[in-house]
């Protein structure tokens, strides 16, 4: 697979700020859920992830990846069959069995003591953990440390202003010698509101340049997966390492 690193283009928009205080509730993700509008889920997988496979699993065996705001991700299959162990959090109890469903595997739920009305659901095999909750209150169930963490449609779907506290999290999951993969999207944020949201190269660099090196992987023209009013739309997977 192909893992030919290309320059970050760091040009951003004038208005980056413009989405600032957009607000989406959990209610409304749930809801998204409920009516079927997730167009955000790639059914096929995420392509990108699959060109840079190599990069990000380095070839090592047994690692531990987390998948936030994971949805019904078919990526998330794709690890545990090549024997790696899974975890991920998603709101929406729907899109969690949705999942299980539609990759055939049986599994076990049971409450998550130390979160009230969240759940956790595993697969038989053991190797694939769900957390049903608010993924700033997954901390407190304990999860552990990862060595990978595949962000797609995560950190551009968490409100602006909380994404601060969405990188502390990130950042407190990841052992030693992590390699972090997370995509992102930059368009006019005047002329489409999102999500997904536009993020500049800027914020990730603030939130997340302190403890790791940063690459941009590749950009990608994004536009015709999108119906949106920005006359370009770029896809941008980075690859973020320990310093």
Request: charged share 25%; with cysteine; net charge negative.
């Amino acid at each position: 697979m192909d893992d030919t690193k290309t320059s970050v283009d760091t040009k951003e928009h004038p208005d980056s700020e413009v989405q600032k205080y957009r607000v989406i509730t959990l209610k409304e993700w749930q809801d998204n859920w409920v009516n079927h509008k997730i167009g955000f889920h790639q059914a096929e997988g995420h392509q990108l992830l699959r060109k840079h496979l190599d990069t990000f699993l380095k070839g090592e065996s047994g690692l531990r990846v987390f998948f936030p705001l994971c949805g019904k991700a078919v990526e998330m299959k794709w690890f545990a069959d090549l024997g790696h162990s899974v975890v991920g959090v998603e709101i929406s109890e729907l899109g969690i069995r949705e999942f299980f469903m539609e990759q055939n595997l049986t599994y076990s739920e049971e409450p998550i003591t130390e979160i009230p009305g969240a759940k956790v659901f595993k697969s038989s095999s053991g190797n694939i953990l769900l957390y049903c909750c608010n993924i700033f209150d997954l901390p407190r169930a304990n999860v552990g440390k990862f060595d990978r963490i595949w962000d797609r449609g995560a950190f551009v779907a968490v409100n602006p202003s909380d994404r601060g506290r969405y990188a502390g999290v990130m950042l407190s999951l990841l052992r030693k010698g992590f390699l972090y993969l997370m995509s992102v999207f930059s368009y006019d944020p005047t002329k489409y509101e999102g999500p997904p949201f536009y993020v500049p190269h800027s914020e990730i660099q603030a939130l997340f340049g302190t403890k790791c090196n940063i690459l941009c992987l590749e950009k990608v023209d994004a536009l015709e997966k999108l119906n949106v009013g920005s006359d370009y739309f770029f896809e941008k997977l980075y690859l973020l390492t320990e310093k």
